[in-house]
């Protein structure tokens, strides 16, 4: 069994940083291919960054590259995403979770078995 705790969000402004950590508890975390995905009220949840087992490749939404970044401590059982200059339109709730299938930057939620209960980021203007 594996749990997922997301951390981190937060009301902040417009053009601002925010960092998202995710705890994993489960002794396999190395082994997966790790997401984040949001959802924002009155939509579908959608990809957002993924990252391979090992850190080495990342991979985003064309809507957050550039301002946001994935990363991972396979040591601490954590993976990251760091989010600048951020925009009002990335208000939602923020979800990590695991990749069970599929490519390592897969954006399809039914490649993903474990979820986290979700942060909520709000951006201000």
């Known amino acids: 069994h594996v749990q997922l705790v997301e951390s981190g969000g937060a009301l902040v402004q417009a053009g601002g940083p925010l960092r998202l950590p995710c705890a994993a508890f489960g002794r396999t975390f190395r082994s997966y291919a790790m997401g984040w995905f949001r959802q924002a009220p009155g939509t579908g949840r959608e990809f957002v960054a993924a990252?391979?087992?090992?850190?080495?490749?990342?991979y985003y939404a064309d809507s957050v590259k550039g301002r946001f970044s994935i990363s991972r401590d396979n040591a601490k059982n954590t993976v990251y995403l760091q989010l600048n200059s951020l925009k009002p339109e990335d208000t939602a709730v923020y979800y990590c979770a695991r990749r069970r299938s599929g490519p390592p930057g897969s954006s399809d939620l039914r490649d993903y078995d474990y979820w986290g209960q979700g942060t909520q980021v709000t951006v201000s203007s």
């Open positions: 990252i391979n087992f090992s850190g080495g490749t990342a």
